[in-house]
């Protein structure tokens, strides 16, 4: 019943991701009810989801293009290190302490997904630009997907919007690009730290690969709106029971 349980969640965040985001909502608590410590369970469901954001910067290779002045190399390298940095905080964070901040995060999580294109209108209205306030918005970002990968994609579609990017296939490729490296060397910080549980990893990313498929076939058939919906019912519904744990 576990492994069942563990394939359900691992197939449906696949869907959620290649549709609208929100995968982590899923793994992460099935893996803690699955008996996962927090902190393993977090990198481990990380390690599932890595291929969807592979295939997603194929899928949108040819929409790749520079940020102002600023080519692929650099943004890449920034957050790669920001992802790094967010590895490393979370193998120093003890079990207990993760467990009492999940609930906080998938709330977080759940509020950025809701509210991220109010969030990139409010912060543009700040003024930010300029190649510093690029540079140092992706790596805050960078920093928490290599910590906490919920809500990941929103914060990097709010980050891109920022500064003058409008076309959204551009901004989903570039969140692809982003996604990945970041969370490709947190794998590898996770998986140095032993922090990750490689025979649920492995059988959760088969699943997530066939969820990540079938979402990407289907996904165009359900309203936006409906889709959106589900996912912030997900995400208030398991923040809520992580409160009430």
Not at 101 to 125: C, D, E, K, Y
Not at 174 to 193: E, R
Request: hydrophobic share 55%; no cysteine; proline share 4%.
């Amino acid at each position: 019943m576990t492994e069942l349980i563990l394939l359900v969640a691992a197939f449906l965040a696949g869907a959620m991701n290649a549709v609208a985001g929100g995968g982590s909502f899923l793994t992460l608590p099935a893996l803690i009810y699955a008996g996962v410590p927090p902190v393993a369970a977090n990198a481990t469901g990380t390690v599932a989801l890595l291929p969807g954001y592979a295939s997603g910067v194929y899928g949108y290779r040819q929409d790749l293009t520079p940020v102002g002045t600023l080519g692929l190399p650099l943004l890449s390298a920034v957050s790669l290190v920001g992802g790094l940095a967010g590895a490393g905080l979370l193998l120093v964070t003890p079990d207990a302490v993760f467990r009492g901040i999940v609930p906080w995060l998938l709330l977080l999580a759940t509020g950025l997904f809701a509210f991220g294109t109010v969030l990139a209108q409010r912060l543009r209205s700040l003024g930010l630009h300029g190649t510093g306030a690029i540079l140092g918005t992706l790596f805050a970002v960078s920093v928490y997907g290599g910590y906490f990968n919920g809500g990941l994609g929103i914060l990097l579609l709010a980050q891109l919007s920022l500064f003058g990017m409008t076309d959204l296939n551009a901004m989903n490729g570039l969140k692809n690009l982003f996604s990945a490296v970041l969370t490709a060397i947190a794998v590898v910080a996770y998986a140095a730290g032993g922090a990750v549980e490689w025979p649920k990893a492995l059988l959760m990313t088969v699943a997530a690969v066939a969820g990540g498929y079938v979402g990407a076939r289907l996904g165009r058939r359900i309203p936006k709106p409906v889709l959106r919906a589900g996912i912030i019912a997900v995400g208030l519904v398991m923040s809520a029971v992580f409160f009430l744990k």
